[in-house]
Nanobody, 125 residues
Framework: EVQLVESGGGLVQAGGSLRLSCAAS???????????IGWFRQAPGKERTGVSW????????YYIDSVEGRFTISSDNAKNTVYLQMNSLKPEDTAVYYC???????????????WGRGTQVTVSS
């Protein structure tokens, strides 16, 4: 059974940092060509939106404008885990953060095949 489990969320003051983790089990990303992992977030009362993605094959990354320069996505192939380092957090970053896995052509359109259950990030002003 494929599972993605997010962790690392919490409550932090504006300007602070958090590192989210997305650990995969049930499959190995290295077994798939052109797979990617994306981070998404859903703020209260809003739709879920894409934040960043990383190609498992070649490490290409992408960030939405509002997090560019503040968030860094990375992967640890040996641990089958993707991270999202979030610095200079703002209250508007408050959301439930989800990771998803899919072929990169789907992730780039902000679709996922497999999803985690999310981790709450709350940034106080």
């Amino acid at each position: 059974e494929v599972q993605l489990v997010e962790s690392g969320g919490g409550l932090v003051q504006a300007g602070g940092s958090l590192r989210l983790s997305c650990a995969a089990s049930g499959f190995t990303f290295d077994d798939y060509d052109d797979y990617a992992i994306g981070w998404f977030r859903q703020a209260p009362g809003k739709e879920r939106t894409g934040v960043s993605w990383i190609s498992w094959t070649d490490g290409r990354t992408y960030y939405i404008d509002s997090v560019e320069g503040r968030f860094t996505i990375s992967s640890d192939n040996a641990k089958n885990t993707v991270y999202l380092q979030m610095n200079s957090l703002k209250p508007e970053d408050t959301a439930v953060y989800y990771c998803a896995a899919a072929p990169i052509n789907l992730i780039r359109s902000w679709y996922g095949d497999y999803w985690g259950r999310g981790t709450q990030v709350t940034v106080s002003s």
